[in-house]
């Protein structure tokens, strides 16, 4: 059928379940076609995902406001300001949990699930294209379905999918992954046919991702990330494969696995969420033997390259359902090298991932913390400053915390790498001054530290100075200026 | 050989392991005799064990200043002071991935051992007494070890370990536990006999648990909890014996764990890190099918009682390494419902479990976010206000965040109980202000919430205000006094 009769399914107060992961595999017809109805005829759903939407589908949904409730995580500008608003429901989760989370029912049933397909096999099952991403919860919870088979994604793309169901409680299975290659589930998604209420021909791509070009601030982080890995070598705690590698997405990220190009690793392996440009690139160098995620999302030329000598990549690619990516028992069994940006540190190693100033989500937490909390090594990459050095990205305390100092290991920035395992608070404190902070900021910082411990503690702060910074930097626009004006000057005192 | 001349093995600067874990299966005698030592030998180790000691162990080291590092987890007010002072370094981890730091070697090497033990066997193979703790990876690590074999304990205690070692990166094995009561391990610890260095005989008790009989408020705490587990067995989400309980230890968990034995759930299992005296209650009133810990730590009369009749408990028991006790990908596989205790919570769900104001620690975060990241549920408790109403323990925003509102679902205090599931922040925030803040704070914390939501974001805050209660405390004594002082009276405006 077509994509507005497939629309017309949905009605208003419903659960809406779809499709996607970072841009990939998701829905692009049915969802756009609801947008535009919307706009004539209101309506409002909770729209639940893998992760973010291309295609502008969640800032057309937003402008026609068409969403009362988003989970588990989007990206677009124009929806964020109005969850920033407060006129629209976000609820930010860790993107392993969002299955466990369905199968309790706490959203209420999903009436609708729309799944972009490679194919329906005979026994009703789905072939997903370049995500998993949440698509097995939603086609076993849904009431009904919706499948979109895109024509425009190459149909040998079947057999790169992992699809393993772990059950319910209390009878939840054991994930028998013991590394990033094996494969455990079946290639297509089971499905009960007689949910399928259409089928909706598309032709269309996904988004492209965007990718920046490493530049020297993030190609030196990369490189003290190498130096300190390969040191880990040098001391007997990795083999020269290293562990399986995850990436968050970003521009440093992207870097760093850049940097394992030229590097002296091999046979690396990745087990992550999101195979990006820099997956392939690795293959290439004939550097990486098998990548695990729940998406391809990568750029335009990327992605005719890797369609177009598909064979050279296909058997060395898996992809799986995202509370498999990001299983706490599988990471943790794995023992994954964890490479993730933060928004800001404090001089602890807290994290924020997600809130501007504490209070204005950016995008959400995603799977940072599904990795963070179980990997072998959790490493968290930002730049010192941003906005011109107006902003430091090393603060006396994060106003909100997505990380504790318990899940993070090792802190990066252009300015050099602070190693945190087996340091107490006030030693995190010095490491991270020592090897993070700005210059600019290195002397604002020690004296929030020195005065701090005056007043004792394992984890010394001055609660009403702690924020200071944001409030010089809402009133001022620089988290520095305003500490300076304070500063009694010579002719004054 | 006696303890003094065991614990003459130990040199200035050595890293010692001691079994341990909340005051049960501790050493003795060693770890007295070197603090004696200490009084007139200077010397410095750093302290390594399951979770704390009995015996004043602590106190009495940290008086003798024979600890400058100290991990995982301590709960001695002496040693507290001095972790405060920042005169001694102390790792609070979580208690689940000591076993993991370890192995990797970042502490150095071990360089002794001490294992309270119940017998070695023929093969060397050491079997624990009442806990298991990291006993078993100290035996594999260590340089040397020292067994103290105690004769109080009772020689059948001999089959309630389960010892399963996961192994090493990259080859770490499955765990393979599917239920409470499955036994995957062997019943001692493996041991190179080479390595055992001194056997030392004690024959003294376990220190006693501190057990505060249940009062009004955590009666009321406990009996909002059983209400809504009894409403989730009626909506079809849990069956009428739950899941597996994790309770941890303090007054309101030990007043919950006793709430089910009056209630109607039957065949209930627990998959926790200590089994104390609420656990045996609960096999008395022949509600409780098994039980799964680390140590077993209970009072003086309920530690007779246990003891006196064995043979009705030793089948419903497992004692296990903390590693697996809290292991995330057990925890994720069973689904656990877990119980554990606040320090203070503020309005959008964080939770601090061990900082005092932000920067004193207490205790520390022991097993707590072994349990809340990996839960089917997970449930802080706190009572809403202490030390005569002074201090709220719902405040703007907590100063210390052990658990980011990713990982709590349900927030109880004796004024109600918050289900935050399928909530976004702002609705968090109301749940919590509806249910579960004091009448007296009521006020204050809703005109925070209001004037926040006048700033927008996500997860709204006004960081210039958002630890004035805590300066309140600091000056005046009370969090809400100095509020007061600072609203203009009719007569000055």
């Known amino acids: 059928m077509e994509a507005g009769p497939a629309a017309s399914f949905i009605q208003d107060g419903m659960v809406v379940a779809s499709s996607g992961f970072t841009k990939s595999g998701d829905s692009k017809a049915v969802l756009l076609a609801l947008s535009e109805r919307a706009e004539f005829d209101p309506l409002q759903i909770t729209l639940i995902t893998g992760a973010s939407l291309g295609q502008q589908t969640d800032a057309r949904l937003a402008t026609a406001g068409a969403v009362s409730l988003r989970l588990p995580f989007q990206a677009d500008p124009v929806m964020r300001t109005l969850i920033n608003e407060g006129q629209l429901m976000y609820i930010d989760e860790n993107l392993g949990e969002t299955a466990a989370h369905l199968k309790t029912g706490i959203f209420g049933d999903i009436d609708i699930a729309i799944i972009e397909a490679s194919s329906i096999k005979a026994d009703g099952s789905i072939v997903p294209t370049t995500s998993v991403g949440n698509s097995a919860v939603f086609a076993a919870l849904a009431k009904q379905i919706i499948v979109e088979i895109n024509l425009a994604v190459p149909s ?264 945190l395992r087996g340091l107490a608070p006030r030693q995190k404190a010095e490491a991270i001054l020592k090897n993070c902070v700005h210059p600019e900021y290195r002397d604002m910082l020690q004296e929030y530290f020195t005065e701090a411990c005056t007043r004792g503690g394992q984890t010394p702060h001055v609660l009403e100075k702690a924020f200071n910074w944001y409030q010089n930097l809402r009133l001022t626009g620089s988290m520095k200026r305003h500490h300076k004006f304070q500063e009694p000057s010579p002719d004054l005192s």
């Open 156 to 419: 040998d793309i079947e057999g790169i999918h992992d699809i393993f169901l772990s059950g319910n409680f209390p009878d939840k299975a054991v994930t028998p992954i013991t590394s990033t290659g094996q494969r455990v589930g079946r290639g297509s998604i089971p499905c009960n046919p007689d949910k399928i209420i259409g089928i909706v021909f598309t032709d269309k791509k996904d988004s492209p991702a965007d990718i920046l070009a490493p530049d020297k601030t993030t190609v030196q982080i990369a490189s003290y990330i190498l130096d300190f890995l390969g040191s880990e070598v040098r001391a007997g705690r990795l083999s020269n494969s290293l562990l399986p590698l995850q990436a968050g997405i970003g521009k440093v990220a992207n870097a760093v696995l850049q940097g394992f190009a030229e590097s002296d690793f091999e046979h690396l392996t990745i087990y992550s969420e999101v195979l990006q440009d820099s997956t392939f690139d690795l293959f290439d160098a004939d550097k990486l033997d098998f990548a695990s995620g729940s998406s391809i999302t990568v750029s335009e030329t990327c992605y005719q390259r890797i369609f177009q000598n598909w064979g050279k990549y296909k058997d060395k690619i898996l992809l799986r359902p995202q509370d498999i990516t990001n299983s706490a028992e599988v990471i943790s069994r794995l023992g994954v090298i964890a490479i993730n940006t933060a928004l800001e540190c404090d001089i602890y190693g807290n994290v924020n991932s997600s809130h501007i100033s504490g209070t204005h989500i950016m995008n959400g937490i995603g799977g940072s913390a599904d990795f963070a909390q179980n990997s072998y090594l959790s490493i968290f990459v930002t730049e010192s400053t941003c906005k011109g050095k107006t902003i430091s990205r090393i603060v006396p305390m994060v106003p909100h915390v997505d990380h504790s100092e318990h899940d993070v290991d090792i802190l990066v920035t252009e300015h050099g790498l602070a190693d």
